[in-house]
């Protein structure tokens, strides 16, 4: 069975920083585009950020451009979302998913974890 799992969310204050983690198993997603996904309540879910296959080429949404960086360890089949200088509007369910290339829309991705809570205080 093939599953993304996130983990490190959590509450923070203003201006503190997490890391978030996406664990794949059941496949191997080496090859595959990661991505990050988050949605407030209320409202929909949308793009964070991605990173290619190999790790070399990474994009962001203007919101968490200079602040949030993610990377990958395929050899762990791993991904991660560190996230700095967080603001009470970055507070969000965080959702990993994995498709064939990067791109901002959820219909590019086939697989998705379950999501982990993020809570900014003021």
Do not use: H
């Amino acid at each position: 069975q093939v599953q993304l799992a996130e983990s490190g969310g959590g509450l923070v204050q203003a201006g503190g920083s997490l890391r978030l983690s996406c664990a794949a198993s059941g496949r191997t997603f080496g090859s595959y585009a990661r991505a990050w996904f988050r949605q407030a309540p209320g409202r929909e879910r949308v793009f964070v950020g991605g990173i290619n296959w190999s790790g070399r080429s990474t994009e962001y949404s203007d919101s968490v451009k200079g602040r949030f960086t993610i990377y990958r360890d395929n050899a762990k089949n791993m991904v991660y979302l560190q996230m700095n200088s967080l603001k009470p509007e970055d507070t969000a369910v965080y959702y990993c998913a994995a498709g064939p290339v990067v791109e901002g829309t959820e219909g590019a991705y086939g697989y998705w974890g379950q999501g982990t809570q993020v809570t900014v205080s003021s």
